[in-house]
């Protein structure tokens, strides 16, 4: 049987990239579609180099008073990288903290969790990483709420999210849930580091490969940016007969898209009345792969 084209919206990881050496090895062929732009936000990321120049992650002079924050929350690849950048930048500036507890760096999938242990065993040796395995940001925060309620039983400091101008805002809300008890709650301050838009060549690229694949095609999204695009050149929810992709196209094939997580999955649903097939249970290649295993499956 020949490999199923697998188009994954997004650009290529260097010098290797974990979905191009996973679905080469379980009969899938590939392709990679830049998607995204992304344009870091260096005032916003100076608020942060600011916040540990002045001491807000460590305790003040051994006032019995908790520090102003505890931690990180990092649930995208791009703010871990922004962070890192702002980091390289700043040599005088005092990351690497020694405090009781340690700093705290809560991550979700996998991946944000290596590029994030890469940071930390260079510039934060005394941090400790929680949360890689949750897979999604609703056990994250379920996670966080246990662990740093272990931490801090009273007087919890607050938690930085450092977060896109596109999110979700489940951790926040679970993490200040005013149904919780007041000493379970757990404060967040978000900050936007980055912005993100779709690259003007991604539509034409896009329509290009489409045109040129045969049979059955598997398209993987893995944010809610350059949906709308994706739609459009598809054929797909409100654009449905209208597609762009030009050529021979999938022939008697069809198309399916896959979501890397539920925030991509509710964009689609909510904004253009679309249905992904699949919804990766866990955002990495093994959780893409189960969910498109169970769907040909019918489970």
Not at 142 to 156: E, F, Q, V, W
């Amino acid at each position: 049987m020949s490999p199923t084209p697998i188009l994954l919206l997004k650009t290529k990881s260097s010098p290797h990239d974990g979905y191009d050496d996973f679905f080469s090895a379980q009969n899938y062929t590939p392709t990679f579609i830049p998607v995204l732009e992304h344009r870091f936000l260096k005032h916003n990321l100076t608020q942060v180099r600011d916040q540990f120049s002045t001491g807000a992650f460590t305790s003040n002079n051994n006032v019995p008073t908790p520090r102003k924050y505890g931690g990180l929350i990092f649930t995208s690849q791009r703010a871990v990288e922004g962070f890192a950048q702002m980091i390289e930048d700043e040599k005088d500036v005092p990351f690497n903290i020694q405090t009781t507890p340690p700093l705290i760096l809560y991550t979700v999938g996998p991946a944000t969790a290596r590029t994030l242990t890469t940071l930390r065993d260079k510039h934060l040796p005394n941090a400790l990483i929680h949360g890689a395995d949750s897979g999604t940001g609703e056990n994250l925060a379920r996670l966080i709420l246990s662990h740093y309620d272990s931490l801090y039983p009273t007087n919890k400091p607050a938690l930085l999210f450092l977060v896109g101008e596109v999110r979700r805002d489940i951790i926040p809300k679970t993490l200040m849930d005013k149904t919780l008890p007041v000493e379970k709650r757990v404060g967040v301050e978000e900050l936007v580091v980055y912005e993100t838009g779709v690259m003007e060549s991604f539509e034409g690229d896009f329509a290009d490969v489409v045109g040129r694949s045969a049979g059955d095609v598997w398209v993987v999204v893995f944010s809610p940016t350059g949906c709308e695009a994706m739609l459009r050149v598809l054929g797909l929810g409100p654009f449905a007969g209208t597609g762009k992709a030009t050529g021979k196209g999938t022939g008697n094939g069809k198309v399916f898209v896959a979501t890397i997580g539920p925030t991509t999955r509710d964009h689609l649903r909510e904004k253009f009345g679309f249905e992904a097939h699949v919804c990766a249970p866990k955002p990495s290649p093994e959780g893409v792969l189960e969910g498109i295993e169970k769907f040909r499956s019918g489970v």
